[in-house]
T-cell receptor, first 111, second 114 residues
Framework: GQQVMQIPQYQHVQEGEDFTTYCNSS?????IQWYKQRPGGHPVFLIQ?????EVKKQKRLTFQFGEAKKNSSLHITATQTTDVGTYFC???????????FGQGTTLQVKP | NAGVTQTPKFQVLKTGQSMTLQCAQDMNHNSMYWYRQDPGMGLRLIYYSASEGTTDKGEVPNGYNVSRLNKREFSLRLESAAPSQTSVYFC?????????????FGPGTRLTVT
């Protein structure tokens, strides 16, 4: 069935370093959404990518959708302690509102 | 607007006990979802309801039942709890309109089955 693989599972960085998480699929991704979950919290929507090759930025966060729509990435420039949490990508399942989530990447930032 | 609310926040059950997790949204969304979250497994869909009066199975429906009581409320029932159902449960809602379908999550219910 439809699967979304996310790597790495964990990442520890020093504050100020960059961070990237990758979302991959063996099949063509439909639309990719990215969510952030703070420790002890619930997932919160960050952004949606729809078009092949699309790049969107939110302050220090850069989101990309691969040209072949088989991968996506989230890059954080100069991490801050407020970036701590788990980042999930999710792909739409078929022609419905259902999402298939990746396993998530947990980011720890050392001050 | 409260968004998506869930009750209870925490629950401890003994094996074989039953309980219902409640979820309500005040955003007038048509679609509602139940997920479970386990370490290293991401969010897995248990059941969803595309609109009032309809429900459908997700990836991990065994051991659960759902009721879409009305447009606002979507409950999840564990008839006979098992230790494997120890997890964090999230309810979410969305309005699926073409390409726009972000999901809004509730605060979660942390369930332990002993």
């Amino acid at each position: 069935g439809q699967q979304v693989m996310q790597i790495p599972q964990y990442q520890h960085v020093q504050e100020g370093e960059d961070f990237t998480t990758y979302c991959n699929s063996s099949t063509t991704l439909s639309n990719i959404q990215w969510y952030k979950q703070r420790p002890g919290g619930h997932p919160v929507f960050l952004i949606q990518l729809v078009k092949s090759g699309e790049v969107k930025k939110q302050k220090r966060l850069t989101f990309q959708f691969g040209e072949a729509k088989k991968n996506s990435s989230l890059h954080i420039t100069a991490t801050q302690t407020t970036d701590v949490g788990t980042y999930f990508c999710a792909d739409r399942s078929g022609n419905t509102g259902k999402l298939i989530f990746g396993q998530g990447t947990t980011l720890q930032v050392k001050p | 607007n409260a968004g998506v609310t869930q009750t209870p926040k925490f629950q401890v059950l003994k094996t074989g006990q039953s309980m219902t997790l409640q979820c309500a949204q005040d955003m007038n969304h048509n679609s509602m979802y139940w997920y479970r979250q386990d370490p290293g497994m991401g969010l897995r869909l248990i059941y969803y309801s595309a609109s009032e009066g309809t429900t459908d199975k997700g990836e991990v429906p065994n051991g659960y039942n759902v009721s879409r009581l009305n447009k606002r409320e979507f409950s999840l029932r564990l008839e006979s709890a098992a230790p494997s159902q120890t997890s964090v449960y999230f309810c979410a809602s969305s309005e699926f309109r073409g390409a726009s379908y972000e999901q809004y999550f509730g605060p979660g219910t942390r369930l332990t089955v002993t």
